[in-house]
C-alpha cells in the first residue's frame, strides 16, 4: 500500500459488456466506501465509458479497445500507460486471460498489490470452484479475501434522464426481445412478444420495445401485430433505459444486458433464459426478478410468461 504520503491509487478493471458491468456496480461501490481518500481509476471499454463517468466511484475512467492479441503496438501502449499509473493496488473484476495479461505488463519490477486470478498475484481468487459461482457471489468473494466486505446492492440512483420526450403512457412495460446476434438460441420467439404486447394493451399497459438499432426488424414485426406498441430502439441511451425502468410497471426480456440495467433500476421484471445460459451464473439481480426458463425458448408458451407477470 501507499506510504509516501500521496494519495493512494487504485485501479479497477472492468471491460464489460453491459450486465457485468451493473453486477460490478455493487463492488464498484465497495472498493470506493473501503478507499474514500484514493484516486481510483476505471480501465473500461468505449462502450461504457461515458455513462460509468458520471458515476460516484471513480475519479477517472480509461476507455481502452480491445486489442487483438498479434496487435503487440496496442499491448505495449497499454503496458506504458499502466507503469504510468503507478497504482498502489488493483481490483481485477474482469478476471479473464486478458485482463491477466495486464498483471504481466505491469512487470517486470514492482507490481501493485493485486486482486484476482493472474498467476503471481498478492490476493488471489483461488476458490476452484469460482467459475460455477454466480458472478456476484464471486465478486463478493475476491473482494473478501483482498479486505474488503459487505459489498451492497447495485445503486443506479446516480443515473439521470430526460425521457419526457418519448411521451410515453402512465402503466408501461418493457419489451427487451433482442440479444446478442451471434446466440440467437438466448431470444423467445419474436412472435410470442407480439402476442404478449396485444395482451398487454388490453389490459391498460403500452408496450414498449427496447433494443439497439439491429433489433429494428424484430421491433418491427411486434408493431405489425400490435400498432399500439412503442418502438424505441436505437433512441435510448443506457441512461434512458434505466430511467424508463424507474417509471414502468413491467420489464419482459430476454438474457441481454439491457435486463440487468432495468433489473437493477427496480422494475419487477421477468427473464426468458434458455438451455444456452445459465441463470445461477448469469442472472440479473434486483428487487423482483422472476426467471423463467426453457431448455428451447420455442416451448416456453405466450401463457406461462404472462402468468409470470405482476403488474403493479
Known amino acids: 500500500m501507499n506510504s509516501g504520503g500521496t494519495a493512494e491509487r487504485i485501479l479497477v478493471i472492468k471491460l464489460g459488456a453491459l450486465g457485468d458491468i451493473v453486477l460490478a456496480l455493487g463492488p464498484f461501490a465497495a472498493i470506493r466506501r473501503d478507499h474514500p481518500d484514493a484516486h481510483i481509476t476505471l480501465l473500461t471499454t468505449p462502450p461504457y465509458a461515458e455513462f460509468l463517468a458520471a458515476c460516484p466511484?471513480?475519479?477517472?475512467?480509461?476507455?481502452?479497445?480491445?486489442?487483438?492479441?498479434?496487435n503487440p503496438v496496442a499491448w505495449l501502449a497499454l503496458s506504458r500507460s499502466l507503469?504510468?499509473?503507478?497504482?498502489?493496488?488493483?481490483?481485477?473484476?474482469?478476471?479473464?486471460?486478458?485482463?491477466?495479461?495486464?498483471?504481466?505488463?505491469?512487470?517486470?519490477?514492482?507490481?501493485?498489490?493485486?486482486?484476482?486470478?493472474?498467476?503471481?498475484c498478492s490476493h488471489?481468487?483461488?476458490?476452484?470452484?469460482?467459475?460455477?459461482?454466480?458472478?456476484?457471489?464471486?465478486?463478493?468473494?475476491?473482494?473478501?479475501?483482498?479486505?474488503?466486505?459487505?459489498?451492497?446492492?447495485?445503486?443506479?440512483?446516480?443515473?439521470?434522464?430526460?425521457?419526457?420526450?418519448?411521451?410515453?403512457?402512465?402503466?408501461?412495460?418493457?419489451?427487451?426481445?433482442?440479444?446478442?446476434?451471434?446466440?440467437?438460441?438466448?431470444r423467445w420467439p419474436v412472435d410470442r412478444y407480439a402476442e404478449l404486447a396485444t395482451r398487454l394493451v388490453t389490459q391498460g399497459v403500452e408496450p414498449v420495445i427496447v433494443g439497439a438499432a439491429a433489433e429494428a426488424d424484430i421491433?418491427?414485426?411486434i408493431l405489425t401485430a400490435c400498432p399500439i406498441a412503442r418502438d424505441l430502439t436505437a433512441q435510448t441511451t443506457i441512461e434512458d433505459i434505466a430511467m424508463l425502468a424507474r417509471n414502468a410497471n413491467i420489464a419482459i426480456g430476454n438474457d441481454t444486458g439491457p435486463m440487468h440495467l432495468i433489473a437493477a433500476a427496480g422494475c419487477p421484471s421477468v427473464v426468458l433464459f434458455s438451455g444456452a445460459s445459465d441463470p445461477a451464473l448469469t442472472a440479473p439481480r434486483g428487487a423482483e426478478v422472476r426467471v423463467l426458463r426453457a431448455t428451447d425458448l420455442v416451448t416456453l408458451s405466450v401463457?406461462?410468461?404472462?402468468?409470470?407477470?405482476?403488474?403493479r
Open 219 to 221: 421491433a418491427q414485426e
Open 124 to 186: 488471489p481468487h483461488t476458490n476452484p470452484n469460482r467459475d460455477c459461482m454466480h458472478s456476484i457471489e464471486r465478486q463478493i468473494e475476491q473482494l473478501a479475501i483482498a479486505g474488503i466486505d459487505n459489498v451492497p446492492e447495485a445503486d443506479l440512483s446516480w443515473m439521470a434522464a430526460d425521457i419526457a420526450r418519448f411521451g410515453l403512457a402512465e402503466r408501461t412495460a418493457l419489451l427487451v426481445p433482442g440479444g446478442a446476434p451471434h446466440r440467437p438460441a438466448k
Open 303 to 311: 401463457e406461462s410468461v404472462e402468468g409470470a407477470l405482476s403488474l
Open 57 to 70: 466511484y471513480f475519479d477517472e475512467i480509461r476507455a481502452e479497445q480491445r486489442a487483438p492479441l498479434w
Open 83 to 120: 507503469r504510468e499509473g503507478g497504482f498502489d493496488r488493483v481490483y481485477d473484476l474482469q478476471t479473464s486471460d486478458r485482463s491477466g495479461w495486464s498483471f504481466r505488463l505491469m512487470g517486470p519490477g514492482r507490481r501493485p498489490e493485486w486482486s484476482g486470478i493472474a498467476p503471481g
